[in-house]
């Protein structure tokens, strides 16, 4: 291990903007060159010098501060308006979003980093069930929403355009109608080749009439949406059942609390309908659950204050929301582009169909929302946009000189635990002090803070690590800190 740290680059410290040190910790870094430790003039652009990745600067994130400290903020984070939700005023504050329009907002650098680390779970889970990943037009044809009759039928949700020859479109707010003419487009498809799972990733559109609760209920998100195609309607239901089976262990990962409930079928259509939720005060759905059997569903789907499967439970009230829906389609899109497959007998068979959504925007926003206390950001911690954060000491404080094992820190983290790579940032704003910063990074919601301090400096150097989401404190060696992170799990 020691010979393994004392590989990170001599360079690591001539870029840091603090003095030279007197003493160095060996696993860290090795002693500066007589040349650099001879130079005064002042470093201002330290870069991200160091063990290759080395860490994010924090005083280089690119997050908007004009609307950090309002305390009042509209629920398009507007000056004068009452705040409607946890989740949107704290990422608000955080400089995570920033409002563009109503019900559309900028996703600033680190949220997209915690956005593309969910899409990359959801990739894992759905091609672990064979799902194979495309990307559909956002414009769409008005010609095949007419074709399944939901040009009408969706109403003022669709937003609609004409372009300049006249011809209507729509920005899609989900797909059926497109990926069901791809596929016929392709012709007949062996028996052979199915199930056939297509999903994709991208940003989608409804004209919301009143966008609220930040990315809860917006106008433009991200969306997962997945097609499936199947011989007969017992593989559908089985492909079914395997897509809600990746939506259980996705959320279970995620380390929320959900709930499947039975739901109704709306404007996509079909036969079989279930939402998956997350409770919470803020949810816009009314949920009925069993106390006795533990059956669900949205309220919206019953009359009966008893247990349509027990029948004797009493259903309970709660609140939840929602964050995937699936649904068992049958035959009512592919029979109307046939998208059919051949049989055995080499005869044509349409195809049965299921589609199934996650609100990957709504998502991280549902889990800042049943995670966080009032006044910080918790997220899952697979979601987390850096895993760790380094504070190195006040600049002309007590243990200044500990601010160059600070950067060795960082880039001998990334050698000896190689999931931390490009998962530590390090806040350089050491005008600030340790205090300050340890706010910002806990508002922040960084999974693990290490504070690098006079003890540092010592003998046996130390560490103080902080878990912040227990709020544990404990004082580590540099050993004891790699031994404490081994276990960090990363995406």
Known sequence: MASLLRRCPRELLSRAPHPPLRTQHPHLCTALPPSTAARSEPRTEPGNAGCSPGPQLVSRLFRPSNLREEKDLAPGGRPGEAMTCKSQRLMLQAGLIHPANPGCYHYLPVTVRAVEKLVRLIDQEMQGIGGQKLDMPSLCAADLWRRSERWDLMGKELFRLRDRHGAEYCLGPTHEEAVTELLAAQGTLSYRQLPLLLYQVTRK???????????????????????????????????????????????????????????????????????????????????LVCGDCGFSANAETLEQERCPQCKGGMLAETKGIEVGHTFYLGTKYSSIFSASYNNPQNKPVICEMGCYGLGVTRILAASIEVLSPEDRIRWPGLLAPYQVCVLPPKKGGRGEEAAGLAWGLCGALAEALPALRGEVALDDRTQLTIGKRLKDADIMGYPYVIVV???????????????????ETVFLTWEGVVDFLRGVETV
Request: hydrophobic fraction near 35%.
């Open 205 to 287: 559109f409804r004209d919301e009439p009143k966008p609220r609760f930040g990315l809860l209920r917006g106008r433009e998100f991200y969306m997962k949406d997945m097609y499936s195609f199947d011989v007969n309607e017992e593989a559908a239901r089985r492909t079914y059942e395997s897509v809600c089976q990746a939506y259980a262990r996705l959320f279970t990962r995620l380390g929320l609390r959900w709930v499947q409930v039975q739901a109704d079928t709306g404007n996509i259509g079909g036969e079989l309908s279930h939402e998956f939720q997350l409770p919470a005060d803020v949810g816009e759905d009314r949920l």
């Open 453 to 471: 301090g006079q003890s540092a400096l010592d003998d046996l150097p130390t560490f103080e690590v902080r878990t912040q989401t227990t709020g």
